[in-house]
């Protein structure tokens, strides 16, 4: 399969407005746990972030997180990644995640964010194995892999089917048949895949089980799946019970099935600023200034909290 | 005849016929050897803990001079297998209550090699139709002689499970109480496998390697008159970095475990047969240079064993006060893949083995010839005990930064073209004398321009 051109090359991370609406959403998440007692802000932030460093800034700013580590997999641009980087707290690896992982501290807590920008291959599933079975108990998991059919143009749910086969055997249901991987399906193979593989992972861990959290569909133009959870002892696991569920309404409790999708309905500024101003509403709520698809509106009552504004800036 | 119950009566032929199909003859010979070191932890008191603290001691020196050391000494040829020690013998009350049971009962005191109380039993009865053992301690002593096909034939009620058992005077002293253990009319098949030519030299690879610390420290064992050799597990540390070294504690169980680079052979070479996991519970070594399945090879995200990985080497080393708790099978010869220490174990080892296949990893590029990045690799190593290895409580795989060649940026494309189409493509090009490679070249070029990824 030949991967796509580097997606940071392709696209301005900051413009993405469905990935940001799902880094708002984490971000809310993450306040809230620690509202709940998780002291968040003690956490080491694990992620990739690439030469924009967006979601160090977010987790910087507004968790107040200052340990974080940056890990890079394209070497040749360590001189750009050190050039963009916004903190002097933040520090910056070059390799394979997965070979960050074990060092990563065992005295503390983590959020770890494998934030892949193309399909799960063998080498992503390491990781996510590494991750389960390193994570501190209290640690979160975050993983985000593109979920578009692999390969080329014209390839068909067999063909697919073949691609899951090689990188993700043994951790796939058996029958499985090409009609499990039609296109619409493929988000819920990749889940239950990843919710084999950190199963896996955490088999030799007596005292921890993995608490799903998130389940994210969302494109920006592919369709990508953010998924993640707590690795929870038992303590935490009874702290959890205490996340109000009803504030976070993207929260999710499988891997496998019903993902919030997150929609991001393409408005103009002056009608967001209306909608804003109208704000909150329940679903089913209509515009009476202008039209707006049904399905737009309830997008817009679910996520304005999260939806990003950009304008134009003149320097 | 109450029929309210059913039988549930152990036969003797069970234990004599079925149970000893599921141990292999050299295993057979260990576990006589286990019962003499057992004999040795009794008499001198010996916790097997003291053995892990000197194995993973800085300058480990043995606890009592060589020539002092008690010794075992295994003797076979076609009539007979004798192992005799100086051991301290068996207690005439244990004996009597304790050393011919199948299992232990729950009052079995812990601490020692024996583990199922089977093992002596089913090697007797491996080995041949007839025994012999006479013990020492230096308070008392006992003989005892069976006939194992006569025995075999009463078999009714719990009486005709006794053995006869003869007092005898106590030993003179320490340094003479011991056992002496005598199977003759070997069976068979364990008659076949001793007059193979390579059984001697198996045996003593096999004795050799199971017993290397106990050898090391507190026993001296012969075989047929040759003193055996400690094994050492060929350890090295990059000079002036790291191993990776992990301990914890779970249910009873302490496991340390070292990943690390192995030393050159004797011929400047990295061994095949030396690489793996070395995994030892209360000192016996269980697994040798392992690349199964077993000690995680294969199974994510353990890579499955590759040439480039013989110069890996990796030790687990379990310590238990009640071997129950250790994940070791009957036999002391595998291990028991579902125990939950074992899980949690496997788990941490491929965690602590991750840096150096990083490191290995790095080194062989898949296209590179071997021999050069193995003595790369050499260079930076020096060969260590394993105390020497652990320095502080965890540690990860470090090697000194070495000078790095430039990272390549490019690699070769070699693939099978039709003539045919080449010929197309030298057509449509109008370039007749357009080479093959230059072909590659320009293809993949234009792949890239059209698909605007360059």
Redesign the interface.
């Known amino acids: 399969m030949s991967l796509p051109a580097k997606s940071f090359e392709r696209v301005h991370y900051e413009y993405r407005p469905a990935k940001q609406v799902e880094r708002r959403m984490l971000l809310d998440a993450f306040q809230q746990l620690m509202a709940i007692g998780f002291p968040i802000d003690e956490y080491q932030y694990t992620g990739m972030g690439s030469v924009y460093f967006v979601d160090f800034v977010m987790f910087h700013r507004y968790l107040g997180i200052s340990k974080m580590l940056s890990v890079e997999a394209d070497l040749e641009i360590e001189k750009r990644l050190k050039f963009n980087c916004p903190f002097n707290l933040i520090r910056i690896r070059m390799g394979d995640i997965a070979d960050q992982i074990p060092r990563l501290s065992q005295d503390i807590r983590h959020i770890l964010w494998l934030d892949y920008d193309y399909p799960l291959t063998e080498e992503i599933l390491d990781a996510v194995l590494m991750a389960s079975k390193c994570l501190p108990g209290g640690s979160i998991l975050l993983l985000t892999i593109d979920v578009e059919p692999p390969g080329e143009k014209g390839e068909r749910p067999l063909d697919w089917m073949k691609y899951y086969q090689q990188e993700a055997y043994r951790y796939l249901p058996p029958r499985t048949k090409p009609s499990d991987f039609a296109k619409s399906k493929i988000p819920a193979i990749n889940g239950t895949i990843i919710d084999n593989v950190i199963r896996d992972g955490i088999t030799g861990r007596m005292d921890v089980r993995f608490h799903p959290l998130f389940n994210f569909l969302y494109a920006d133009g592919h369709q990508m799946l953010s998924i993640g959870g707590m690795i929870c002892r038992e303590e935490e696991e009874i702290r959890l019970r205490a996340l109000n569920r009803k504030k976070l309404f993207f929260i999710r409790d499988s891997l496998c099935s019903n993902p919030y999708r997150i929609r991001v309905p393409c408005l103009t500024r002056k009608e967001r600023l209306y909608l804003e101003s109208e704000m909150p509403k329940p679903r089913g709520w209509k515009p009476k200034r202008f039209e707006l698809k049904d399905e737009e509106a309830d997008d817009y009552c679910d996520i304005y909290r999260y939806y990003p504004a950009y304008t134009e800036m003149f320097l | 005849m109450n029929n309210n119950f059913a039988s549930a009566y152990p036969r003797k032929n069970f234990f004599i016929q079925m149970f000893t199909k599921d141990i292999g003859l050299e295993d057979c010979i260990l576990d006589l050897i286990d019962n003499s070191i057992d004999g040795l932890i009794r008499s001198r008191k010996i916790k097997l803990s003291d053995l892990s603290k000197w194995v993973f001691a800085k300058d480990p020196k043995p606890s009592v001079h060589l020539t002092g050391r008690p010794v075992i000494r295994v003797t076979f040829s076609e009539d007979s297998v004798k192992v005799e020690d100086n051991c301290g013998g068996l207690d005439l009350e244990y004996a009597r209550n304790e050393a011919f049971n199948f299992g232990h009962g729950p009052d079995w005191k812990k601490g020692f090699l024996g583990v199922y109380g089977v093992g002596l039993k089913r090697a007797l009865f491996k080995l041949g139709e007839e025994f012999r053992i006479e013990s020492h301690t230096i308070e008392n002593g006992f003989e005892c002689s069976l006939d194992v096909s006569e025995w075999i034939k009463q078999d009714k009620s719990v009486d005709d499970w006794r053995i006869p058992l003869k007092e005898l005077p106590k030993a003179h002293s320490e340094k003479s109480a011991g056992t002496s253990i005598l199977v003759s009319r070997l069976h068979n098949e364990v008659k076949m496998c001793v007059k193979a030519g390579s059984f001697y030299k198996s045996l003593y690879d096999s004795i050799r390697r199971t017993y290397s610390f106990f050898i090391g420290k507190y026993v001296r064992i012969y075989l047929n008159q040759t003193e055996i050799e400690p094994y050492r597990i060929p350890l090295s540390r990059p000079k002036g970095g790291n191993v990776s070294y992990e301990e914890f504690e779970?249910n009873g169980v302490k496991v340390r475990i070292i990943a690390t680079i192995a030393e050159l052979d004797d011929t400047g070479r990295y061994n095949q047969a030396l690489a793996g996991w070395y995994v030892v519970c209360n000192g016996r070594i269980v697994l040798l240079a392992d690349k199964s399945e077993i000690t995680g090879w294969g199974i994510?995200?353990m890579p499955t064993y590759q040439p480039k990985h013989r110069c890996f080497i990796g030790l687990a080393f379990f310590q238990a006060e009640n071997p129950l708790l250790l994940p070791w099978t009957t036999t002391k010869t595998a291990l028991n893949k579902e125990s939950?220490i074992y899980?949690?174990?496997?788990?941490?080892m491929?965690?602590?083995a991750?840096?150096v296949f990083?490191f290995i990893n790095k080194k062989y590029p898949s296209d590179l010839d071997v021999e050069p990045i193995e003595r790369d690799i050499a260079r930076v190593v020096e060969s260590k005990s394993v105390g020497q290895l652990v320095s502080n409580k965890?540690t990860?795989f470090s090697a000194p930064p070495q000078a790095q060649p430039t990272?390549r940026?490019t690699t070769s494309v070699q693939y099978s073209a039709k003539i045919s189409d080449l010929e197309k493509i030298r057509k449509h090009l109008r370039k007749p004398k357009m080479g093959a490679s230059r072909i590659g070249e320009y293809t993949l070029a234009y792949f890239l321009e059209k698909e605007?990824?360059k």
């Open positions: 779970k994510p995200p939950p899980l949690t174990a496997r788990d941490r491929a965690i602590v991750r840096p990083s965890n990860i990272p940026t605007g990824l």
